[in-house]
């Protein structure tokens, strides 16, 4: 293991096979995530970076394969025993998901109402304290249809934080922000992880801002592994899928054309009867 | 081949089907009731039952007088017109009640409860029950159900006397048939047991079939703009049919050979 | 949605719901067995034939319904039908005693009924007794049977 191997990974796949009708989502993955450290998924769209992280949470079941969570298989665990897991893992959706019957803070409140059992006064508290933490405080009463997209991933962050969970997930956080929002969230996804003490764990294909935060990536390309490493080992790295990634060069391994026939056959129509 | 094959296949998956809805079923009908739960039931018995009511009356209403105008053209002709209240009544607690009432509520309710659950999983609101340490079974899907067990038989009680008042009000006011005659007529001839508590039974037994399918297609719809519509359509669909398909069954046991 | 007026609007349609079954239990199905506003009281008579008569007919005298028919039994050793009456207890001391009792069909082929035909005598009929003169329900079939035997042994 290229990390400290005296941790035992807070999140392990090991040899991950999972497709979906006829189509191989993963063919042999390997992920493995380290308490306390950022870790980016990256990968084309389309690669199955948002199921790694379903499969991760049990929300989908892998074809063959082992998934670990604190050291422990999750193959053969209930809804029930998952959803017990589940309290000890915070999830930001990458519509954010929000409960559109619900304001801001019935939303972050949620998980707090429905787990334990204390008073609505230390429920107030609780989730002023986490609005607080991604800013928006004075938006509570709001409904999620009264905020922005930014405004509504905050919210979502805060929700999936109220239990204060050990690991966080991220399902695409920068895709279709503005400059502003997306500086804020790599500000808030680094601080929560560092004065939480929480791991990390964020899908995305936005390299600038992933590899600006992230202490390990792993790169997916047709449901394998094709490179992992810390940020700079990524953009010195001598693979040609590393390369192609890091470097937004349209043409490489993944290639720019969909799989077609030969171009001069099929502008004359030569295969056509 | 070719078509045997595909017609295999077809049943093979109606079954298929059949099994994972009942054990969806169970799943989120055998839970612990909760105090919190209480308020989830609450709205939606307003949802689905108090926003229903505007239709179920306005049509009872006029499915009563549209009876009473029929019913007296026919019934004038032998002289009988006395026995319009039997028959408005009759024909309303065994079968037209229980029957457009679960049309009405499949339109109604039932597409607004596949559209809305649908809805909730595309834009993955259940999988962050989910994620939450929520079942949405529980969550989401039982209050619906019994919401739907309970306040389709309420409908169509409700439909069923304002149906009978609106025949009233055409026969006895506009038809100009005695009052009195109207209601005796219709005393005399309707049971309680048999026919008002078995047009209950009726109501039941379609709320169970419609709510059900209502409920599963949101929750198996595929989470695009596109499957919610077809999942909202297949629900009208299917919950029509079943209406009508157990409507039959239940009139062959319950009502052949009554009078 | 206040949670309040949710409360209000779901309870609106219990009891909404309530009265339609109360209505539809009482008004239209004249169901008695829960709840008796007026006793009455009952008498009875034996017909021969009472045709399409069944629990619940009305008993009239003059087309006014003073009661109904409460039930219906066939007596073992006359094989004539025993109909037990239950008379509304506003015609308490009223049908006198000479009464007679026939059944008849509203128009051509509507409900059975009972008519009390009042008599002159001035005592009057009390809880448990009977009307002896009887009049069985007319059979269309046998009518029609009948003219036209009459008519064929007319014509010999």
């Known amino acids: 293991m290229p990390q400290n191997s005296i941790t035992e990974p807070k999140v392990s796949m090991r040899d991950i096979h999972f497709s979906r009708g006829n189509r191989v989502i993963f063919d042999g993955v390997n992920v493995d995530i380290y308490p306390g450290k950022i870790t980016a998924i990256m990968g084309p769209s389309g690669t199955g970076k948002t199921t790694l992280l379903r499969l991760m949470t049990g929300l989908l079941k892998p074809d063959s394969g082992d998934i ?7 193959k053969d665990y209930s809804e029930a025993q998952l959803n017990h897991m589940r309290r000890g893992m915070g999830m930001l959706f990458q519509s954010g998901a929000l ?5 801001v803070f019935d939303n972050v409140a949620f998980a707090l109402r429905e787990h334990t059992d204390l008073p609505e006064s230390m429920i107030h508290d609780v989730v002023l304290m986490k609005l607080e933490a991604v800013g928006l405080r004075g938006a509570r009463d709001l409904m999620p249809r009264e905020l922005s997209g930014g405004m509504n991933r905050r919210v979502a962050l805060a929700r999936s934080i109220a239990l204060d969970p050990d690991i966080i997930l991220y399902d695409e956080p920068f895709a279709g922000q503005d400059p502003i929002t997306m500086g804020m969230l790599v500000k808030l996804i680094r601080l929560l992880n560092d004065t939480l003490g929480l791991t990390s764990v964020i899908v995305s294909h936005d390299i600038s801002e992933t590899s600006e935060i992230a202490d390990y990536i792993y790169l997916l390309s047709d449901g394998k592994v094709v490179a992992q490493g810390t940020s700079e080992e990524m953009r010195a790295s001598t693979s040609a899928h590393a390369d192609q990634f890091m470097h937004g060069k349209a043409d490489g391994p993944v290639p720019f054309h969909y799989a077609a026939p030969d171009y001069y056959q099929d502008l004359m129509r030569i295969n056509e009867e | 081949m070719g078509f045997l094959g595909s017609l295999g296949r077809h049943i093979l998956k109606f079954i ?8 969806f079923l169970f799943q989120a009908l055998l839970t612990k009731p909760r105090l919190k739960s209480f308020h989830l039931l609450l709205k939606q018995f307003y949802v689905v039952g108090v926003l229903s009511l505007p239709i179920i009356i306005f049509a009872g ?13 026919v019934l004038v002709k032998y002289g009988a017109e006395s026995a319009l209240g039997q028959m408005i009544a009759l024909t309303l607690v065994r079968e037209l009640g229980p029957v457009l009432g679960g049309l009405l509520f499949a339109g109604r309710a039932c597409s607004a409860l596949t559209a809305e659950i649908a809805l909730l999983k595309t834009t993955e609101q259940l999988d962050s029950l989910r994620l939450l340490g929520v079942d949405p079974l529980h969550r989401v899907i039982a209050p619906r159900l019994w919401a739907g067990f309970f306040c389709l038989p309420m409908l169509v009680l409700i439909f069923n006397a304002v149906a009978i008042y609106g025949g009233y009000w055409i026969s006895v006011d506009w038809l100009g048939i005695d009052g009195g005659s109207f209601w005796s007529s219709m005393q005399s001839s309707v049971d309680f047991r048999q026919d008002i508590i078995n047009g209950v039974i009726k109501s039941i037994v379609f709320a169970i079939a419609v709510t059900w399918i209502a409920v599963y297609q949101g929750y198996v719809a595929s989470p695009t703009s596109e499957g919610i519509g077809y999942a909202t359509t297949r629900t009208v669909v299917y919950s029509s049919l079943v209406i009508l398909a157990l409507d039959f069954i239940l009139t062959a046991v319950m009502f052949t050979g009554l009078k | 949605m206040r949670y309040a007026a949710l409360e209000v609007f779901v309870g609106l349609f219990v009891l909404l719901t309530l009265l339609a079954f109360t209505a539809l239990a009482f008004q239209v199905s004249g169901l008695t067995t829960f709840y008796e506003p007026d006793k009455g009281y009952e008498i009875s008579a034996y017909f021969e034939e009472i045709g399409g008569l069944k629990p619940r007919s009305r008993v009239t005298i003059g087309g006014v319904q003073v009661g109904r028919v409460e039930s219906i039994t066939l007596d073992a050793q006359s094989f004539s039908a025993h109909i037990k009456m239950n008379i509304f207890s506003e015609y308490k001391n009223l049908i ?4 007679s009792a026939s059944i008849m069909t509203a128009g051509l082929i509507g409900d059975n009924y009972i008519v009390i035909d009042p008599g002159a005598d001035f005592e009057t009929l009390q ?3 009977g009307i002896d003169e009887t009049h069985s329900a ?19």
């Open chain 1, 68 to 74: 670990f969570v604190n050291g422990e298989n999750i």
């Open chain 1, 99 to 103: 409960f559109t019957d619900m304001s």
């Open chain 2, 16 to 23: 298929q089907a059949l099994g994972f809805s009942s054990v």
């Open chain 2, 61 to 73: 209403f006029f499915v009563g007088m549209v009876l009473g105008l029929q019913g007296y053209t």
């Open chain 3, 96 to 99: 006198p005693i000479d009464s």
């Open chain 3, 127 to 129: 809880q448990g007794g």
């Open chain 3, 138 to 156: 007319i059979i269309l079939e046998r009518l029609l049977g009948q003219l036209i035997f009459n008519q064929n042994s007319e014509d010999e």
